[in-house]
């Protein structure tokens, strides 16, 4: 995979916004700069995929990038939730 730096600064930004609205939904607060960016990251991912299977488009730009990382995170974080 070959990423510049445009794409790993959008990437990160979407991430920790992700993952700190994941956060918000999920337990009321954000959990700290790292872990809402690895939630953030993993959930978009996850989202960009789930909506796939799903056979559902969100459009595209920085908005639906955002709101499909948040889906995923929080999809994420309530996963992390039923296994603890």
Do not use: D, P
């Not at 600064?9 to 609205?21: H, P, Q, S």
């Not at 459009?59 to 309530?78: E, N, R, T």
């Amino acid at each position: 995979m070959n990423i510049n730096l445009e794409q790993l600064i959008v990437l990160l930004v979407v991430g920790l916004v992700a993952g700190w609205l994941a956060g918000l939904v999920m337990k009321g607060r954000g959990q700290g700069l790292i872990v809402n960016l690895i939630v953030g990251v993993v959930g978009a991912y996850l989202g960009s995929w789930l909506f796939g299977v799903i056979g559902i488009s969100v459009g595209s730009g920085i908005v639906a990038m955002i709101f499909s990382a948040v889906v995923g995170a929080i999809v994420l974080l309530a996963l992390i939730k039923l296994i603890k």
